[in-house]
């Protein structure tokens, strides 16, 4: 039994088995998903993503005014917050009200001063707005060794969603303890050849057939060549056997 940060204990994941793999997370989640509904445990199943990477995503331009803006939302949203809890302590009705308009007010104002300022003093070294995340490159779907079997039955028994892209994986994923032939039965992910040698193939394809009717025309021609020239010598030849005496 091994033990998470917080505490608290977590199964083993040395006796997990790669299942499938996929190239985003929906898909994945979509194959437990599968695996849930037609009943398996999936409390023996997991999602693991390789290949992690940062992504940020740029969301438009930052000056002063769009940061003092953000500012005020912020503020008022904190406000209405605090004036909603120190109402509870105003038995009036109108000072209730009374108070959380005043805190709305005075929020939006730090707010929108606390923007304005914060942003005034980056110098202008980050004039925009944008959202960060990380995401993986592979997502690998681990079931436990001894249910691979059942989980390969039901995931092919479903449909696959069409916009899913299986990638290509090793036939293991961590540590196993299991005899060579449990071994074999780890699924082998099919490899789908990359768009740019599709690309190239349908070139070569073109490039092949335009020889070829370069080269059946470039014969049509010779032989209407040929036919043209035994016309001329024959005419030649009769135009000579009239002159004779």
């Given amino acids: 039994m091994q033990y998470s940060p917080a505490g608290g204990p977590v199964s083993m994941a040395a006796d997990r088995r790669l299942l499938v793999s996929y190239d985003n997370y929906a898909a994945a989640q979509r194959a437990v998903d599968t695996l849930s509904d037609a009943g398996f445990p999936v409390e023996n199943s997991a999602i693991v993503g390789s290949d992690l990477r940062l992504e940020e995503t740029v969301t438009g331009r930052l000056t002063n005014g769009r940061a003092a803006l953000s500012g005020l939302i912020t503020g008022a949203v904190f406000g209405l917050i605090v004036g909603l ?6 038995s009036a009705t109108t000072s209730f009200f009374g108070l959380v308009l005043w805190s709305i007010l005075w929020g939006a104002i730090a707010g929108a001063a606390f ?7 980056t110098g202008g070294t980050r004039d925009f707005s944008s959202r960060s995340s990380i995401v993986a490159g592979r997502y690998d779907v681990l079931v436990a060794s001894s249910l691979l079997d059942q989980a390969q039955a039901l995931l092919q028994g479903g449909a696959r969603p069409a916009d899913t892209v299986v990638v290509q994986r090793p036939p293991t994923a961590g540590p196993l303890t299991t005899s060579p032939a449990a071994g074999d039965t780890a699924p082998q992910a099919a490899a789908y050849p990359a768009a740019e040698d599709r690309v190239e193939a349908r070139v070569d394809e073109a490039r092949t057939e335009q020889v070829r009717v370069d080269e059946a025309r470039a014969q049509e021609s010779r032989a209407q060549e040929a036919r043209a020239q035994e016309t001329r010598d024959d005419g030649w030849a009769d135009l000579s056997r009239g002159r004779r005496p």
């Fill in 85 to 90: 809890f120190l109402g509870l302590f105003t």
């Fill in 115 to 121: 923007g304005f300022t914060s942003h005034a003093f």
